[in-house]
């Protein structure tokens, strides 16, 4: 009999059969429009004189710099809170996790508008801070799953020969920990460096970033050559970090191998004083929140609901072409299209990396496939939805003026988070039950259905919500890409920010509190079905 069948396993072909959807997807939504818009870069005109300005070269600096800032304050505030989920069995650790997941998933407009309300004239620290409050998450819960498995063996020897608690955690801990916060802060860098939402709405017209820049030469300027050649800089500079972030990932996926069994266990003499940190950076996280859900209530004449009961109408002298609810509707059945089609893609990735593993395919192929399917997080969606404008209309029915695009465009940011849930718990699963089933007489196929898919259904589930609520808020690409008559809830509340008139501004509160609500709602779910010890995010 067959190696692989013996196994359970769908073989070689079967494999690469599985990749061809999400490898196809990923050609055509991906790799033409970003490919695209390299060329544009390359050949314009005004390429070489927008390269060598003062002014591009400005934008670089400040987009690197409040990165590295914002990414210095997210790994000092995050790494309390890895210690507090890693090491200490309290009550309400589980809130702890899902509070600080909460940031990370709420749409970047939500964000923008909560620290707009405590800091209303934005600028430089309203940025840093907003963008650090997303990324606290990333560091978290990336370190505290490393840290969970360090042998506590290591550290309670160097006590006993006298260190201290500090110069334990220096010298025993802290180096097998890098790897893990080295692969935290680089993918945190990432999400900083490519911030718009935040920075459109706190820049205030004076600070911009490649992001943001990018985006105001194709929107308002036309100037298509010059964002081309902004994007070729951005996307080189996303290559580099995500060769870094590659390099620090497999170094944090040996230090994981090394570990031990889980660790936790109630704070102790000093440790309490990290604890208390923790709970502090927790509740600085949930400020911004609070602070937006007590401006939705406010109004011109004391405390109301006038936002959304305005919510039904189409704002200040008819600021849009839809009303707050039809948008939400909008938003709704874009979510569930680009998660559904997410899901598939998603699935089929991960059952193709999995089993090109099991069949002893070469290693490079699968890192080769797995980096493949990773490259939309580390390019920005304001690039891609440019990309989209110059490419899709070579398509049957020019996609560019259909309201498909914004789920499609939505999708391809999904389908990698669906493969970073999905693809660890499947990999996690005892190849022994497959050998089991296939001896008993299962096709390869039946041994997935009925094995690996039911014991993977809760992630599947969780990816799905994660999925969900990141498609619910998505405004890069789709600020590009929404027609003003199907326009999203977050597109909308962009819109309404940027128009005069109260009324605006208290439906746009109104809106992004109701999305932080169905986010929380979607959170508390994810962490309802968390799988332990498996899975990302």
Known sequence: MDHAVAHGRPGLTGALLAALPPLGFLVVFFLWPV???????????????????????????????????ATAVAVVAGLPVAFLLARTSLRGNGFIRAAVLVPFVLPTVVVGLAFRSLLPEGGVVAIVLANAFFNVAVVARSVAGVWSHVDRRAEDAARVLGASRLRTFLSVTLPVLRPAIGSAASVVFLFCATSFGVVLLLGGGEYSTLETEIYLRTVQLLDLP?????????VAAVFAVLVIGAVTRRRQAAARMRGTAETARRPVGGEWAVVAVAYAVVALLLVPIAALVVRSLSTVDGWGLAGYRALAGT?????????????????????????LLALVLGVLASVALVSLARTKARPGLVDALDTAFMLPLGVSAVTVGFGYLITLDALPGDLRTSATLVPL?????????????????????????????????????????????????????????????????????????????????????????????????QM??????????????????IERLRVASVGEF
């Not at 999203?488 to 109260?502: C, D, H, K, N, S």
């Open 35 to 69: 490919a695209a818009i390299i060329r544009l870069g390359l050949l314009g005109d005004g390429v070489g004189a927008v390269l060598a300005s003062a002014d591009t070269w400005g934008l670089v600096g400040f987009t690197v710099g409040q990165a590295a800032a």
């Open 226 to 234: 010059g964002a081309a050649a902004l994007s070729l800089l951005q």
């Open 315 to 339: 704002g200040y002298r008819g600021s849009l072409q839809v009303s707050g609810w039809e948008a939400a509707e909008n938003s709704l059945r874009a979510a569930t299209d680009a998660t």
């Open 409 to 505: 465009a939505q999708a391809l940011v999904v389908t990698p988070l669906v493969i970073r849930m999905l693809l660890p718990v499947l990999r996690s699963i005892d190849d022994r039950l497959r050998q089991a089933a296939a001896t008993l007489g299962a096709s390869p196929w039946r041994v997935w259905r009925e094995i690996d898919i039911p014991l993977a259904g809760r992630s599947l589930l969780a990816a799905a919500a994660f999925g969900y609520v990141v498609a619910l808020g998505e405004f890069g690409a789709t600020s590009f890409l929404a027609r003003p008559d199907s326009a999203t809830l977050p597109v909308v509340i962009g819109r309404l920010v940027a128009r005069p008139g109260e009324l605006n501004n």
């Open 508 to 525: 746009a509160y109104a809106a992004c509190t109701l999305l932080m609500l169905v986010t929380i709602a979607v959170v508390a779910l």
